[in-house]
């Protein structure tokens, strides 16, 4: 597949820059991969389109507070956006401006927090040591939710710790949202169950690399960077009993989907817990997923190659440009869509 298949033309100001005022009013465009119709709703309707014995997945992963900032000895100002902890107390993470900062350079966080930048690492990443073990509480004090780049706020702000974060969130380990998962409401959720659809959980950390283009001219070439995961055994079974009495897996999420796929053998759902760098991109069976809720995705991204493996290019083409026309809201603190 060409890179450029996954070009397309979006308006500056259709790029979400904030949430809307209540997550389950988000606006939803349902894509029937049947017929290719498509339909405009809200997502506190989404049960509607769901049947009874469906199963949703979500991705109960959590996103810590991963930017810090901090001082040089010299007192030039440091940024420091941790990724993904190697051992207790040290961390793969991005320094700015990394080239003023040589290995070895202690950056204070604050009075009781210091980290020693290390050496330099593949894509541009540096070793970074604290002199605490409990980093994830040290965020909890000193750092700021990292927004997309996409966002443009100089600094995340209070309403951002709740918002960037979906509300069954469990499992400290992503830096950014499995965004799919961000509309959902107890609301939502007691009209789902009303509905007969049932709830599964899996954990897959999201890391930054999910912000990366595609910039090889083939999408193949591309590698896709991986990331952690947890997919218990009362998911798999859960799972299994839905496909057996005949209901559909609905991956919330381009994240959850990839886990469903890496775990999923000899035509069933089988636990496990590893790394996944699970590349999806047209063409591709999928075997695990049968329906798929998720956001607007940028061009030439990974996440839009693996829904136009799932719905087909020209349907989605054609999904986007209504979404468009119809001044949807995109990227993480955008809409969403329901492809069944």
């Given amino acids: 597949m060409n890179t450029s298949e996954l070009d397309y033309e979006l308006p500056e100001g259709l790029i979400a820059q904030r949430p809307c005022d209540d997550r389950e009013s988000a606006r939803m465009l349902v894509l029937d991969r049947a017929d290719g119709s498509l339909r405009l709703d809200t ?33 030039g100002h440091v940024e420091v956006f941790l990724l993904r902890e190697r051992a207790p107390g040290t961390w793969d ?32 990443r540096r070793q970074v040591t604290f002199n605490r073990s409990d980093v994830l509480g040290v965020l909890e004090e000193e750092g700021e939710v990292p927004l997309p780049p996409y966002v443009r706020r100089e600094h995340a702000d209070e309403a951002d710790r709740a918002r960037y974060q979906t509300v069954y969130a469990r499992a400290p380990g992503a830096v950014a949202a499995p965004t799919a998962g961000l509309h959902f409401t107890e609301s939502v959720f007691a009209s789902l169950d009303a509905a007969g659809v049932r709830r599964a959980h899996l954990t897959l950390h999201v890391g930054y690399g ?25 998911a798999a079974d859960l799972l299994n009993e839905t496909r057996a009495a005949g209901g559909r897996v609905v991956a919330v999420g381009t994240t959850s989907t990839r886990v469903l796929e890496t775990q999923f053998e000899d035509g069933a759902f089988r636990p496990g817990a590893g790394r996944t760098g699970r590349f999806i991109y047209p063409p591709y069976r999928f075997e695990a997923v049968d329906a798929l809720q998720t956001n607007f995705h940028l061009p030439r991204s990974s996440l839009l190659a693996l829904v136009c493996a799932f719905a087909g290019v020209e349907a989605i083409r054609e999904a986007y440009r209504l979404a468009i026309r119809e001044r949807f809201r995109f990227y993480s603190y955008g809409d969403v869509m329901l492809i069944v």
């Fill in 210 to 234: 999910t912000f990366r283009p595609i910039q090889t001219d083939r999408v193949e070439d591309h590698e896709l960077e991986a990331e952690d995961y947890e997919f218990p055994a009362a």
């Fill in 43 to 75: 997502f506190r309707n989404v049960a509607a389109y769901l049947h009874a014995g469906d199963c949703m997945v979500l991705n109960d992963t959590r996103v810590i507070q991963a930017r810090l900032y901090g001082r040089k000895p010299t007192g």
């Fill in 93 to 124: 993470a991005l320094v700015r401006p990394s080239a003023r900062v040589k290995p070895g350079t202690a950056v204070r966080i604050s009075e009781r927090v210091e980290a020693v930048v290390g050496p330099a690492l593949p894509g541009g």
